[in-house]
């Protein structure tokens, strides 16, 4: 039997076996396969939903020179702002009344939000709109900074792993930074009770299929609710400006595989997967993602949240468009769904 099906039937295969996977399902008939079983467990766990979360950029400040991204500390040209605590608030306020159910509350890692504020912004949410879902994405913070920020009424966390290889998790960093210390971030969110997103980046500079294939196990053993999987673009000001973005098409793959791995989680069609392709969320949906990620930060901060160049941004992505979205999502055969969209119970079984 071929890989890619012995793949699907027992998707638990040793590393290499991985690398092999990713190797056979650059012919397009395997891709092609590994859609269909992946559409096939996206629907069994999720119907036809795809789940909306609204994102609210709070803040570009960074401490962390991460090299392939645009706000990171070193690009002197990023123009920083920070959101007041009214302005993240009428950012729900905007959303909750488009319909949202869960607020993304994205930013740098910026020392300004300490706990305290931090706390008084998510209490501020929940007591708002007890019903929502409030999702971090921060950063790495230490574990009693997550006990507090749960405590005060946090539900989910992003915080993409971006590589599990550790040596290219160091051509993407400065020396300070750890692959350890970041996966220890997600066991940690875990423990605490988040339900946790993971995550990398596709077609980073000099990424191999050996590489990837770590993610996937590592992936495998943490089991998180979500993953953020996108393709690397490059932005201008950053020592990344001059190498080539991600594939489109691997990212679709990477999905597939994803889902049969882990068929109950989570999975969004990226904002990075769009801007590279036109179609691409689409072309998410039909690879086993289910999730989008409308921005509703205000209008004029949208183009400072300058994580990559040509970042999707005043579009159908945006919040406010949710009429424009449900169209392309029914005409994509699916169903924009405004629940809350919490992971599957057991993100592994019922197979
Ligand atoms: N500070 C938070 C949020 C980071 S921004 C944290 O550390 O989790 C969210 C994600 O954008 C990152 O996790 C990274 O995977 C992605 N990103 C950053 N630069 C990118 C680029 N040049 N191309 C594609 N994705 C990028």
Redesign the pocket.
């Known amino acids: 039997m071929d890989i890619i099906e012995r793949f699907i039937e027992h998707p638990n295969l040793e590393k290499k076996e991985y690398t092999a996977l990713l190797k056979a399902s650059e012919e397009p008939l395997a891709a092609a396969r590994l859609a269909e079983e992946a559409v096939r467990l996206r629907k069994k766990y999720y119907g036809d939903a795809v789940y909306v979360r609204g994102l609210i950029e709070f803040t570009n400040y960074?401490k962390n020179n991460?090299l392939?991204?645009?706000i990171r500390r070193g690009n002197p040209e990023a123009q920083r702002y920070r959101l007041t605590e009214e302005e993240i608030l009428s950012c729900c306020e905007s959303g909750h009344r488009l319909g949202y159910q869960t607020f993304v509350l994205?930013?740098?890692?910026d020392p300004w939000y300490t706990d305290e504020r931090m706390e008084r912004i998510i209490r501020a949410v929940k007591e708002r709109y007890p019903g929502c879902a409030v999702t971090l994405?921060?950063?790495?913070r230490s574990y009693e900074s997550y006990r507090r920020l749960r405590e005060a009424g946090a539900d989910r966390y992003?915080?993409?792993h971006?590589t599990a290889s550790d040596a290219h998790y160091r051509k993407l960093h400065p020396p300070e930074m750890s692959l350890s210390y970041r996966k220890q971030c997600l066991y940690n969110l875990k423990e605490l009770g988040y339900q946790a997103g993971a995550?990398f980046?596709v077609g980073t500079p000099g990424q191999t299929y050996d590489e990837l294939a770590e993610d996937l196990l590592f992936l495998r053993e943490l089991k998180p609710q979500m993953a953020?999987i996108?393709?690397?673009?490059?932005?201008h000001s950053t020592p990344f400006k001059n190498e080539p973005a991600g594939s489109v098409e691997l990212t679709l793959r990477l999905l597939s595989i994803v889902r049969i791995l882990l068929p109950g989680i989570l999975l969004p069609a990226t904002t990075?997967l769009g801007t590279l392709d036109p179609l691409g969320r689409e072309k998410g949906f039909a690879a086993g993602a289910n999730v989008l990620m409308p921005n509703l930060s205000p209008m004029g901060r949208r183009k400072q949240y300058d994580?990559?160049d040509n970042k999707l941004c005043t579009g159908d992505e945006a919040a406010e468009s949710l009429a424009e979205l449900k169209k392309r999502v029914s005409a994509a055969g699916w169903r924009l769904s405004m629940e809350r969209g919490d992971a599957a119970e057991e993100p592994e079984d019922k197979r």
């Open positions: 960074c991460c392939y991204c645009g994205q930013g740098g890692e994405s921060i950063g790495e992003l915080l993409r971006e995550g980046m953020g996108g393709p690397f673009v490059p932005h990075a994580l990559y």
